[in-house]
């Protein structure tokens, strides 16, 4: 019984398989015009740019004395992370304010600035991110004008060398439009090939005769070939509870 069941899981699958690829065309059409509704969608968005700095945070007892042991790098590790919180303090986003002369809150500023530990290293990164490329630029830089200063007079025993400052970013990180294209075309196979199976799963149409006698387990003695078939003489249309037998 068991082997049976799975006999006929398997034809329905190849039938819906067959019904998909008799079908492919309205999957690539669909296909298409889902991925040209990605692009237009992602023309339309406001581009956005993000630059970056990289500083590192040294341990002054360490610079003083020339030694610099795991105990100390792991201080300077601790307080990157001290550090990527006080990126985002309201006093640091005022004075980064002033410094790049900016005519933002400090609300506003803190949601285009993010801040990151590099793989547990003593060095942090600043983001910034937004629609003007030369603008994040600026701010980026201004981060590393302000941060040093504030810092020493915050967390004592500690200070801050840039490692990398920002540069004009030449890409957008957003929108991404081949990305977007392609998901939205990829959406469009996905509903378009459900919808397909769905109207093949649900018909009343009957097309094979293995299916007919498998299900109804009467012999077939006789058929009428369909109308208008143009493709093989041997095409047959069959209708449930319409066949003759």
Not at 98 to 116: F, H, I, P
Not at 122 to 142: H, K, L, Q, S
Not at 171 to 185: C, D, E, G, S, W
Not at 193 to 215: G, N, P
């Amino acid at each position: 019984m068991e082997s049976n069941n799975q006999k006929t899981l398997e034809i329905n699958f190849a039938q819906l398989f067959s019904v998909l690829r008799r079908r492919v065309w309205i999957i690539v059409l669909a296909a298409v015009l889902c991925g040209s509704m990605g692009f237009g969608y992602a023309k339309l968005q406001t581009p956005l740019y993000r630059s970056r700095v990289s500083i590192m945070v040294n341990n002054t007892y360490a610079v003083d004395t020339g030694v610099i042991s795991s105990g100390e790098i792991a201080v300077a590790v601790h307080l990157a992370q001290t550090y990527i919180v006080l990126v985002k303090s309201d006093t640091i986003l005022n004075d980064v304010i002033n410094a790049a002369g900016l005519d933002y809150t400090t609300k506003q500023l803190s949601g285009m600035v993010s801040a990151d530990v590099m793989n547990d290293t003593e060095i942090f990164e600043i983001y910034v991110t937004g629609a003007d490329p030369n603008e994040t630029r600026v701010i980026a830089n201004a981060f590393l004008e302000v941060m040093p200063g504030r810092v020493q007079e915050i967390v004592e025993g500690s200070s801050l060398k840039t490692v990398d400052s920002a540069i004009l970013p030449g890409t957008q990180i957003y929108p991404n439009v081949p990305r977007t294209a392609f998901l939205f075309a990829l959406v469009g196979i996905l509903i378009s090939a459900a919808i397909i199976m769905l109207i093949e799963v649900f018909s009343d149409k009957i097309t094979d005769e293995e299916y007919l006698i498998q299900t109804y387990d009467f012999p077939v003695l006789a058929s009428i070939p369909g109308f208008g078939d143009t493709h093989k003489s041997s095409s047959y249309k069959y209708y449930k509870h319409g066949y003759y037998r």
